[in-house]
């Protein structure tokens, strides 16, 4: 197919001081959680992208220093030369497919934590750590930051060595130096790097002059600059950043703008639209000369015309949409823009640097699995066998697998009880703020509907008989699971007593549109997103709600994704009492009494009914009834019955698409041994 003409203007070459990109989709760095630990999955993970038309591919924070050790978050890694391999290989890798590589050099400061190395960390002025243990950083000396410039320095010709073709300067999310000295609440120093802006501002200047004196005759170096923090006169605020870039405008070869700090510039879909950086970045290019790249979960290819022809920006920069479709760019010059995965913005990505793992995606199964079980994002391997599959569910799980089972080229047959497709996406998606999840669902409803080798049926409620009449040899059961209603979960290791009345309601009972009447304890057991979001549906429909949890905050798993403090703040906003650190001992007609999980102290909260944010069981009936009959499955035809998904193991949809994706990718080819994925065994001593 034909790219669309309108979008031509996306594929122009930029040129960027000394190199030129071949068009204008930049993956700005982002963390994954392989970095220096999984060099061949990290290099593997980002050749992806530059297969899938990205021009400029970046790595994640670099650290050029023991004293700015990010630990235990796993990012890349400059100290010295022994550290240049790893990161050649990623160039290596990325040039292949004609992408230019960027390399985002940091010193951390006092928001490193130094766990690793146990160097004393460095900032502007003497500090506690934000990280780590409960540690100061001392002030640097005039000679310290001799030191980091020349550390700097020879980071900049290592990277230019393995082969790196933009160098960037870290300026952003109130991570490292060259941004904690432009911050008035960090620097206090009375020399010339501090007080006014333009003393903040001498050591960005200083390290791009560094930079660009080492490495700009064969590099382009980039600033990566936050314009906003949020905080007042306490950060960066847009009056100051418009200045810096004043003072700075065309020594740069590339502005990288953003919004600091992570929480803000990674916002969920809950918490904010595509575009939504605009506002407080948009006004870069008026200021500089030079090519501006930027971020907002861009996967509309309208928008991101918009966004050139505007003049907002000049690159369109992506962190997530490239993680969901490192093809994205592809596909629109294939004129295939129907095809692209678009993210969701649900953060899941964001975990996997969050816990140092490799980087997951909910809409990319293979995202982090490139090198390690050879999964590319967009190929995979004929079927090998005519064996029929029936899938049973049509959730995320289910739709995962009938779409890669039929890209294999396998007869596909996929039942679903319900009318609509989806499972637990579509239902979730109607709940305030998730209507972007629902593109889980209809990405591969998409796929699914070009392939003639899959066939679809609604509204049939699949049993075990069903399934022997059908007779296909391989049957996969995606049946999804439910919310318990008996309050058993992480903190009550039994029913709680009381719960067994019609006045418990579980999330599955409001996702289908039943709701309790007021006031209603809203207990939440889970931790993650969908006590708050239950709590925003209550409110909307006026019940007087209060809110229990075990744990010591709301929502404490969010931190994970970035999105704990933007919760915080919408259910303050909600007006309701928010009692945390305590468990429900019972439950009557009138109220609930509550016990502090520390003292042991009760209270009673009145409360005509209760919804229940508690765990879930799987729908495993048909599997147990499947099984029963198992003496009758050869003679129907039928060889294995597989369940996927959250009839296997509740999880977050992340897990149902990646448990469909694995079963379609292993149907007739064995994984031999325990460990189903290469990786770098352990370390031999050295001798
Ligand atoms: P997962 O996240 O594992 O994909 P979901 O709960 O999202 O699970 O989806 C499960 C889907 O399976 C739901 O759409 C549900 O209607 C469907 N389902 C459950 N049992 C049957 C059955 N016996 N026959 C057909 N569809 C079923
Ligand atoms: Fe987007 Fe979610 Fe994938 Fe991250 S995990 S790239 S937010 S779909």
């Given amino acids: 197919m034909q790219r669309d003409p309108r979008y031509d203007i996306l594929f122009e070459p930029v040129r960027i001081g000394p190199v030129t990109a071949k068009n204008r989709f930049f993956q700005v760095p982002h963390c994954n959680g392989m970095g220096h630990a999984m060099p061949e999955a990290h290099a593997a993970m980002r050749a992806a992208k530059a297969e899938g038309g990205w021009a400029v591919v970046s790595t994640e924070e670099c650290e050029i220093h023991p004293s700015g050790d990010i630990s235990p978050y796993v990012e890349a890694r400059l100290w010295d030369d022994s550290d240049i391999p790893a990161l050649a290989l990623m160039c290596e890798q990325v040039h292949v497919h004609g992408a230019l590589a960027a390399i985002e050099l940091t010193h951390n400061g006092p928001t490193s934590s130094n766990l690793y190395s146990r160097e004393v960390a460095l900032a502007p002025s003497h500090q506690p750590l934000k990280y780590g243990y409960p540690q100061h950083a001392r002030a640097m000396t005039l000679r310290d930051i001799r030191d980091y410039r020349r550390w700097h320095r020879d980071a900049a010709l290592r990277a230019k060595r393995a082969g790196f073709d933009i160098v960037y300067i870290y300026a952003a999310h109130d991570l490292s ?14 020399d010339e790097y501090g007080g006014s802006l333009e003393n903040r501002v001498r050591l960005l200047r200083e390290l791009i002059s560094d930079t660009k004196e080492a490495v700009g005759d064969k590099c382009a170096v980039a600033v990566r600059f936050a314009t906003e923090e949020f905080l007042g006169v306490d950060g960066v605020r847009e009056s100051e950043a418009r200045e810096v870039v004043h003072l700075l405008a065309d020594l740069p070869d590339l502005w990288d703008v953003n919004i600091a700090a992570w929480h803000m ?15 407080f970045t948009g006004w870069v290019k008026s200021i500089t000369r030079k090519p501006v790249v930027g971020v907002g979960r861009f996967t509309s290819p309208d928008t991101m015309v918009g966004q050139i ?29 129907e095809d692209i995965r678009e993210c969701i913005g649900c953060n899941i990505c964001v975990t996997g640097d969050m816990t140092s793992t490799p980087i997951r995606c909910t809409q990319n199964p293979t995202m982090g699995e490139e090198w390690r079980k050879s999964w590319h994002p967009e190929h995979i391997a004929p079927s090998k066998s005519a064996k029929r599959v029936l899938v049973v569910g049509g959730g995320p799980a289910g739709l995962e697998a009938a779409r890669a089972l039929g890209q294999r080229g396998y007869e596909v047959h996929l039942a679903e009880a319900s009318r609509e497709l989806g499972g637990r996406v579509s239902l979730e998606a109607r709940l305030p703020g998730l209507a972007q999840w629902a593109r889980v669902r209809d990405w591969r409803i998409t796929q699914l509907q070009k392939m003639a080798n899959v066939a679809i049926y609604r509204e049939n409620d699949i049993s075990a008989a069903d399934v022997l009449e059908f ?7 995606a049946t999804g699971c439910h919310w318990r209603r008996d309050g058993y979960g992480r903190s009550n290791g039994a029913a709680i007593p009381g719960f067994d009345s019609a006045r418990v309601f579980t999330p599955d009972d409001l996702m289908r549109g039943r709701l309790p009447d007021g006031p209603v304890l809203l207990f939440d057991d889970d931790a993650f997103y969908l006590g708050s979001v239950i709590a925003e549906v209550l409110r909307a429909a006026n019940r007087e709600v209060t809110y ?14 970035q999105e704990y403090r933007h919760v915080q703040k919408r259910l303050r906003s909600l007006g309701m009492p928010i009692i ?12 609930a009494q509550l016990v502090c999980v520390y003292s042991g102290r009760e209270q009673r909260v009145s409360c005509s ?6 765990a879930r069981l799987p729908n495993d009936g048909l599997q147990k009834a499947l099984e ?60």
């Fill in 548 to 561: 229990v949890t075990p744990d010591d905050v709301v929502a404490s798993w969010t931190t994970y994704t």
């Fill in 580 to 591: 945390t650190g305590h468990n429900i001992r019972s439950v009557d007609g009138e109220g």
């Fill in 265 to 279: 510039d990674s916002q969920t879909s809950r918490f904010a639209d595509e575009g939504y950086q605009e506002p």
């Fill in 177 to 190: 130096l060259a941004m904690h000295f432009l911050q008035q609440r960090r620097n206090h120093r009375t």
């Fill in 628 to 687: 029963a009959l198992s003496a009758d499955w050869k003679a129907a035809g039928v060889e294995a019955v597989t369940p996927i998904g959250d009839c296997h193991a509740p999880g977050l949809i992340a897990h149902a698409v990646y448990a469909g994706h694995r079963y379609a990718r292993e149907l007739d080819e064995p994984v031999e041994g325990e460990v189903c994925f290469r990786r770098r065994a352990s370390q031999p001593p050295m001798t």
């Fill in 471 to 477: 007779g296909a040899e391989r049957v996969v059961l």
């Fill in 609 to 614: 009914s209760v919804v229940a944010v508690t």
């Fill in 309 to 337: 022809r505007r003049g907002v920006l000049d690159f369109i920069g992506a962190a997530r949409p490239s993680i969901a479709d490192p093809f994205l760019p592809r596909k629109i010059e294939e004129g295939r823009s």
